[in-house]
């Protein structure tokens, strides 16, 4: 036996400075500075973490390579073949995959022959393959995705819906980008594909500005190449202050159909599916230590059925009423699109997103 070597087996624990290692036998040498541990070790550096079936560590330069890995960075985990940590901040994956989800056999993932992982900015690999349980559904020669923590710009794969159904066919919803502009602005947009029947653009945007004004602003366009018909809608909210005690809110939901909410093929709710109005007011408010004062119109859009079954509208005169603000709370990506009678203060910032491509399961 080399007398620089040291075999421990059987629930082996190793120490060194801030990194602790633990599997079931262990071979260090002294003169080399490198381990091999073998039997589930587990290698704690650190706040990072990784688990696999075999592990070799260089305690000189703490670089190791770990067979059959799997960590976790950020809000990602990786796994693959072969993870190799070639610098501090870089590990290069051999047959990886990469995914948000925190199953052993996650729901999504995306897989890859090589991957580069830059820790805290991106993953780059090539090729790449995105997987819905095992099955794959979209294939790139190469892909570009941010790991950063906090809000930042990127592709929304993970939001995607695929399927099908009996009256649409095949189709695929909210493929989308994120933009994140800056701290005070960020916008979303996405669409739909129905097979043989239609596609559907969306867009949302918002904004705040601390102690000025904030709001959003979405929308959608359907273009029916089936039947050669359009339809669109806008909803708008827009909360602004004037001065002391004094502020201004306005909202509008517009549409030129009154059917284009009802589509249950569009996969909205089922409460803007049953909505029958479409309120759109502008409100000024002004408070004294004593009194106060409240100033406003809107308009009103309800859709009736007629007694033949199809639906007509009709748009009532706009009136004076009191208005209370509303609330601008929605996603980006349009999944939870507020209510047109929302009486709450819209919220006081633009919370940090998180990873487009984080979606937990």
């Given at each position: 036996m080399n007398r620089h070597t040291?075999?421990?087996?059987?629930?082996?624990?190793?120490?060194?400075?801030?990194?602790?290692?633990?599997?079931?036998?262990?071979a260090f040498n002294s003169q080399t500075e490198k381990m091999r541990a073998v039997g589930d070790p587990v290698l704690v550096d650190g706040a990072d973490r990784i688990t696999g079936e075999t592990m070799t560590y260089d305690l000189s330069i703490r670089r190791g390579t770990v067979y059959s890995g799997r960590t976790k960075y950020e809000q990602g985990?990786?796994?693959g073949k072969r993870v190799r940590r070639v610098s501090e901040d870089i590990l290069d994956v051999e047959d990886g995959t990469y995914t948000t989800c925190d199953l052993l056999e996650p729901h999504y993932h995306f897989g890859s022959k090589k991957m580069k992982i830059m820790l805290h900015d991106k993953v780059v690999a090539k090729p790449i393959v995105f997987y819905i349980k095992r099955i794959p559904v979209l294939v790139l020669p190469f892909y570009i995705f941010p790991i950063k923590s906090g809000r930042h710009s990127?592709?929304?794969?993970?939001q995607v819906e695929f399927g099908s159904s009996n009256g649409g066919g095949k189709f695929v919803r909210n493929l989308g980008?994120?933009?994140?502009?800056?701290?005070?602005?960020?916008a979303t947009l996405w669409a739909d594909y129905y097979q043989g029947d239609r596609w559907v653009g969306h867009g949302q945007g918002r904004y705040h500005k601390r102690y000025g004004y904030q709001g959003q602003l979405s929308g959608s366009y359907e273009n029916r190449y089936s039947?050669?018909?359009n339809r669109w809608d806008i909803v708008g909210r827009h909360y602004q202050t004037l001065g002391p005690n004094f502020s201004l809110t306005?909202?509008?939901?517009?549409?030129?159909?009154?059917?284009?909410y009802k589509d249950e093929f569009l996969?909205?709710?089922?409460?803007l599916r049953v909505q029958r109005n479409l309120r759109s007011s502008v409100s000024v408010q002004k408070g004294?230590?004593?009194?106060?004062?409240?100033?406003?119109?809107s308009a009103i859009r309800t859709w009736t059925p007629t007694r033949a079954g199809s639906e007509s509208n009709r748009r009532r005169p706009p009136r004076r009423s009191r208005c209370p603000p509303v609330r601008s709370g929605a996603r980006p990506g349009g999944r939870n699109r507020p209510d047109s009678h929302s009486s709450r203060r819209p919220s006081t910032r633009i919370e940090p997103r998180s990873s487009p491509n984080a979606i937990h399961s």
């Open positions: 040291v075999d421990v087996k059987g629930a082996a624990e190793v120490a060194y400075r801030s990194m602790r290692l633990q599997a079931a036998s262990v985990y990786v796994s990127g592709f929304q794969l993970p980008y994120y933009w994140a502009i800056n701290d005070y602005l960020d039947t050669g018909s306005a909202q509008a939901n517009l549409t030129n159909a009154s059917d284009y996969g909205r709710s089922v409460l004294w230590s004593r009194a106060s004062l409240n100033l406003g119109c």
